[in-house]
């Protein structure tokens, strides 16, 4: 039992899954948690600041309303511009700490694996998300809008959001928080197309539906889907599909029935679909695909299988969209088929025994699924974990106090800023963005993060 009824927690990642194990950690009755929060960026919330879409302003007030909530606690720190593996290993957390929680994320993504991925017009899609939100380790990255077609390979969310940023109206952007950089890039875009490959059928889309519904709000682009396997207007949606299933194919029916208007740019989905081979000289230039069909197998599951009928797509830029993937953190167990840190229920794992006191939770727990709310529970499960733990008399006594981790940290790392830093980014950047109509102006550099946080704006 941990003496004094008092933890000393450590979470990794201010992220939303970090924000979350926060939150939950705080609500706990029988213990009084003690929360260090630790993020490598100056800048706290993770995919809320540099994932959600420029264009979703009621989701990124998530961060300003619930986790700036948490951040004010009285026991929790803020402890910004720090890396984990670099200025402090894990080893001296989980002896500095009662429990060391790991919310890192996914920051690496799945490839393609077909011939000229490596050309020059190929990126993660995840690269260009984090490009347009102003991320500082993507800032520097510049992707050619100078070919009229854009390829996104995959139909989940973030290829829906892609699609969008690059065809929605300029004059919409400009009321967002999108990278004052990326505002100007997209203002001198040449893209008039952008094409969505799935490689199975409309029935197993990716996307969800409001993210579909979206495209019948956007102003000034057609939207094209081929519809030989929808339903009509009078059909049954698949008598066995779920709820779910049945509104996105409903979504899917109703846009492919909107006559075309000839607007200057359009987003076409193409289903069945799937890249063979990316053609050019030293750059992108065409794209080869397949055309697949669904075969069911033994076990009952539907799979695409290539057919033989091959084609050729024009394009000077491709986003690949087909999925996350998180990467070996130091000091750390890694599940490299999965993708995750090894773990069992959010306890960390050597081979079949738990690593006392370690624990993880969102992306880097479960892989990339779900969205920002589904954090929520993720977090809670693991904190569950900790607490029984910590009941069991299985977590070790930490063996610096709070005061002494800051002082051994600052020393480690002069340039860490705490709540207050964050603060003064946070008002520099509203502050311009206010002189524009626009929720915030982003610093886009680790250097001007930092100069802003030490510098109250005026």
């Not at 008598?239 to 779910?244: K, N, S």
């Not at 909107?258 to 750059?283: C, H, N, Y």
């Not at 002069?414 to 003064?424: F, I, K, M, V």
Request: aromatic share 6%; hydrophobic share 40%; proline share 5%.
């Amino acid at each position: 039992m941990i003496d004094g009824k008092t933890l000393r927690v450590a979470v990794i990642g201010a992220g939303p899954a970090g924000m979350y194990a926060v939150e939950h950690l705080l609500q706990e009755a029988e213990f009084r948690c003690e929360v260090d929060l630790y993020e490598r960026l100056p800048t706290p919330y993770g995919l809320v600041r540099a994932g959600v879409a420029p264009d979703h302003p009621d989701k990124k007030r998530i961060g300003d309303r619930l986790f700036s909530y948490i951040l004010e606690s009285p026991r929790v720190r803020f402890i910004g511009n720090l890396e984990v593996g670099t200025h402090v290993r894990h080893a001296e957390l989980a002896d500095w700490y009662h429990a060391v929680i790991y919310s890192v994320g996914a920051g690496s993504d799945i490839r393609m694996g077909v011939p000229g991925e490596e050309l020059s017009g190929c990126h993660a899609a995840r690269e260009f998300v984090a490009w347009y939100n102003g991320h500082p380790d993507y800032s520097h990255l510049a992707f050619d809008l100078s070919c009229e077609r854009a390829v996104v390979v995959g139909n989940g969310n973030v290829a829906l959001d892609v699609a969008r940023i690059l065809t929605m109206p300029v004059a919409e952007l400009e009321k967002t928080d999108i990278a004052d950089y990326a505002l100007q890039a997209l203002r001198n875009s040449a893209i008039k197309e952008v094409v969505l490959l799935g490689r199975r059928g409309h029935f197993q889309g990716a996307f969800h539906n409001p993210e579909l519904e979206e495209l019948e709000r956007l102003a000034d682009v057609d939207i094209v889907i081929d519809s030989e396997d929808l339903p009509g207007e009078n059909e049954v949606v698949l008598d066995d599909a779920d709820w779910e299933t049945r509104r996105k194919v409903k979504t899917l029916a109703r846009l492919s029935r909107r006559p075309l208007t000839g607007a200057p740019r359009r987003i076409v989905l193409r289903f069945l679909t799937s890249p063979v081979e990316l053609l050019g000289d030293q750059k992108v230039e065409q794209m080869l695909v397949v055309e697949n069909h669904l075969e069911r197998g033994d076990d009952g599951v539907l799979r695409a299988r290539p057919t033989e009928k091959e084609s050729l797509i024009d394009t000077g830029l491709v986003l690949r969209a087909i999925g996350y993937r998180g990467y070996p953190f130091p000091g750390l167990p890694f599940d490299d088929q999965r993708g995750v840190i090894d773990n069992r229920d959010g306890r960390v794992v050597e081979g079949d025994l738990p690593v006392p006191g370690v624990y993880v939770t969102g992306w880097i727990k479960r892989g990339p699924r779900g969205v920002i709310g589904s954090n929520k529970k993720c977090a809670r499960d693991t904190v569950r974990c900790l607490l029984k733990d910590a009941r069991d008399g299985h977590l070790s006594p930490a063996a610096l106090n709070a005061d002494q981790v800051l002082s051994e940290l600052a020393g480690r790392n002069p340039a860490l800023l705490g709540l207050e830093g964050w603060r003064n980014i946070d008002r520099g950047e509203r502050l311009a963005g206010a002189h524009q109509g626009r929720p915030r102006i982003k610093y886009t550099d680790t250097e001007t993060l930092l100069r802003s946080a030490a510098a109250p704006a005026g």
